[in-house]
């Protein structure tokens, strides 16, 4: 954990506690791409101490992790392009050896911090993969959805 | 979401490193709804709709959504074009799919998920009969394989879709080539084609209306009702603006009565919109030459006896023009027309003009052969009828007279030499283009050969009618003497009817195929005898000039003559932009339709556009396109660009444009 000294209104570092108890540390910018749910409690604590920590309780560690390595990927684009956030975003899928579910909570996730990029680039896979099916009931049986 | 993320658990225990593991309905409701959009709202969106009842629950709600959102893009002019070009696809295994050939005047409907077109003009001189699919779902042209009697081949028939059945009447034809001079052919056949089996069936009825083309078309629950069109009656070719209707059970056509005396004017091209099961909406069209019109009428067909209604047309100046070869189609409340840039609207830009740059560009030097004339200004700006009607305005005169105020040389100009003068003027910057082409052909040709245009347009336009020159809101001051209709008028109005006809020149006995015939002119002013000089690249320059000519009088005659419901409403002027290229692109009109049945005094308003119209990604101006609406988009297909079309081959597109809401691309 790093301090700041009090007088700095801006924290540099931002902690963040995942609902296992795992604190991530990130840097303000990153913060800022970490969508509205987090920018607003930044917004409220302006002021207050840098080694405050912010609660996520509704994520995973896991999660979060990989939402910062994919926001660090996606800060250094110049111009936010999509194709190439989505490249990023699978590569980094598969680099993990990500559990299909896993990015049914990733969604989740970034719905719950609001950050639209991520979710785009998220939900737009899982439109490719409902389009791949071609009726329902390959929907059905390929997304585990009850029929009724 | 406690069963839902028991299940998850339930699949973490066994989860496979496929999707196949996975259960959606973790995600809220948002979040599905989110990726939705991200479906083409065709099929696939339809078999997510079958999936379950949540899921049914929140396609409806996308559905509602979308249809929101276009209009609201449609009133903000918030809408992204995007082209779809079959060559860019190709087939699973890389072998190209078949696609469908360019083509204009053809006839477009949708059904369930596809978009059918049929026939149309063809970029040589023929029409088509195949009939096409389009596959929304999958973005793929298809043919089906059709058994039947299959239709002749015709553009402009008017085709509409009911129950599982396509219904296509009318149409026209080039004429055969032997014996020439020909007029055009129309048809009367209508046929059924079944899409389930996929069969055409040609119907005949005992009474059945004359043989036309550029009708319009829709449906109200089992009846069809056409009206209007460019028909044979009695062996004579004319507008009509008759109504039919046909029992589309029964195959069987009748007429309706009218009560009272207003109808529509004769017209062709029109747009007919349905308004609800007894209730019709026309716009536009055209009346022949110099008759384009830009009213509206309501058919009301509640009782026994029809009644047209004549509607107010507010905000005309928003107004799309030329609703005669430019498509439209409804969105639920909205009537959308696509049509050329208002700022630029091509042919009309020299009608727009209070100062005509006069220099010829970088071609070579206009000489000034009318120096032999007695003094006029050779290129003297249109006068501005903002001024009172003086002959002011610096016009940049290149050699010739610099035109005195309008005391002063005024008195030695006559009104038909003023005129000359005027369309002079106006001509120039067409003939700069002109120049430019012909310059890159024949270097050794003179350009003296340019200055007989005007002369022989003088020639057909023997009243010296003044030049409709910028059109300022108040009415146009007429420094001249009022124009008298001699026959060079009758003879330049029945050909022009005759162009305007889609293409008839092979019955103009002025413009024979060749178009020998205009050099053989006699030409007012001795000074231009025309040098003989290529014939392809006059014939180009003769076709412009024609086509000017018939704005010309379009604007200047449907104004002089006025009848009530034919009101071509004069353009806002327009500076002239230095590259008409950029601005040759379509525009997009929008018009409310949502109070006409219910106010009692109904009216269309247009709706005030943003940057002229013109959206991002617009495609090309074409005439003749087709457009149908979409599911939260709209579809635009084919056409022709306009000044090909005295060309031997038409420059046509088999491109698809959508129109939708933009969204981030990813």
Known sequence: MSTTPPESKMPIFVNLQTNDGVV??????????????????????EGCYSFDIIPLPRINGEIMAFIIKWCTLVQDLEDNVMTRSKEIFLNLLKKDMAQPHFLLQLLKASDYLGMENFTAVGAKLLAEAINTCRNSEEICYRFNVDRD | MDACSHKVDGENDNCEATLA??????????????????????????????????????VKNLVRRSKLNLEKGLTDFRLRWEVFSQQSANGIGGAPLSFIAGRFAHSAVRQDNSMYVFGGGSSSDTTFNDLWRFDLTHMRWARPVATGTYPSPKGSASMVAWRDQLVLFGGWRYPSLHPPYQPWCLFDELHYYDLGKNRWLLRNSLSCPPPMAGHSATVHGDRMVIFGGYQIKDDVNVNSNDTWVLDLPEQRWWQPLFVGNTRPSPRYGQIQVELGRNHLLVVGGCGGANRVYTDAWLLDMT??????????????????????????????????????????????QMMKQSRVPVVGGRGPPPPNPLQNLPPRGLRIPVPDRRLGGGMGGPGQNRGGNIRPGVGGAAAALGPQEQYLANRRAILNQHMQQAQQFLHNSNVNNNNNNYQPRSGRLSDLHAPPAPAPAASPPSPPVRPNAPPSPADGDVDAAQRLQRNLALRCRDNEPRLPKRFDELYEDPFRMAAFNVPTRS??????????????????????NSRR??????????????APSPKRLRCNVQSLFVCDIS???????PALDWVEYKNFGVLKGAPDRLILSSLIAGNGELILFGGVHKETLTDITHHVSNSIHFLSVPRDII
């Not at chain 2, 030329?322 to 091509?346: A, D, E, I, R, T």
């Not at chain 2, 003559?561 to 327009?574: D, G, I, K, N, T």
């Not at chain 2, 109070?595 to 005094?601: A, P, W």
């Open chain 2, 535 to 556: 014939r392809s690249a006059s014939r180009d320059h003769n076709e412009r000039i024609r086509r000017m000519e018939e704005k010309m009088n379009a604007i200047r």
């Open chain 2, 561 to 574: 003559s006025a009848p009530a419901a034919a009101q071509v409403e004069p353009q806002p002027l327009r």
């Open chain 2, 595 to 601: 109070n006409i049945l219910e106010s009692s005094e």
């Open chain 2, 303 to 348: 009782r026994d006896v029809w009644c047209w209604k004549s509607l107010n047309v507010r905000n005309k100046r928003f107004g799309a023009v030329h609703m005669w070869c430019n498509p439209g189609c409804k969105v639920n409340n909205y009537l959308v027309v696509v049509g050329p840039s208002p700022n630029m609207p091509q042919d009309f």
């Open chain 1, 24 to 45: 991530h540390t990130v840097d303000i910018r990153l913060a800022h791409q970490l969508g509205e749910t987090i920018c607003g409690i930044m917004r409220m604590e």
């Open chain 2, 21 to 58: 593991a996975v259960n959606l309905n973790v995600l809220p409701d948002e979040i599905l709804e989110f990726i939705f959009t991200y479906l083409p709202p065709y099929g696939d969106l339809e078999h997510c709709s079958l999936v379950c009842k949540r899921w049914h629950v929140i």
